[in-house]
Nanobody, 114 residues
Framework: VQLVESGGGLVQAGGSLRLSCVLS????????MGWYRQAPGKQRELVAA???????IYADSVKGRFTFSRDNAKNTMYLQMRSLKAEDTAVYYC?????????WGQGTQVTVSS
């Protein structure tokens, strides 16, 4: 299973970006999926995820600014990021759980200049 991300880049504070992650297999095979990020010198943290109910959950730091969505027909999930802050700077990874096996994208850099 491959996860291929795109959409990162450099943006000014207050700007927006949309990350995409294309999975090489159908969403129906996966138990869960989400977005994580890792800033320099910090641990990887959960940004947003889809729960078993199908409703997204968000880290407190991104609530109201980030939106997780997916297109089942395209096997693609998205992370729409608005009102970006300097502290959102990190490498963003998409993740999908395949029967207990964690699958990761290659990561995409998001840099927010203040």
């Amino acid at each position: 299973v491959q996860l291929v991300e795109s959409g990162g880049g450099l943006v000014q504070a207050g700007g927006s970006l949309r990350l995409s992650c294309v999975l090489s297999a159908s969403f129906s095979l996966f138990n869960g999926m989400g977005w994580y990020r890792q800033a320099p010198g910090k641990q990887r943290e959960l940004v947003a995820a889809i729960t078993s109910t199908g409703r997204p959950i968000y880290a407190d730091s991104v609530k109201g600014r980030f939106t997780f969505s997916r297109d089942n027909a395209k096997n693609t999930m998205y992370l729409q990021m608005r009102s970006l802050k300097a502290e959102d700077t990190a490498v963003y990874y998409c993740n999908a759980n395949l029967s207990g096996y964690e699958c990761w994208g290659q990561g995409t850099q998001v840099t927010v200049s203040s």
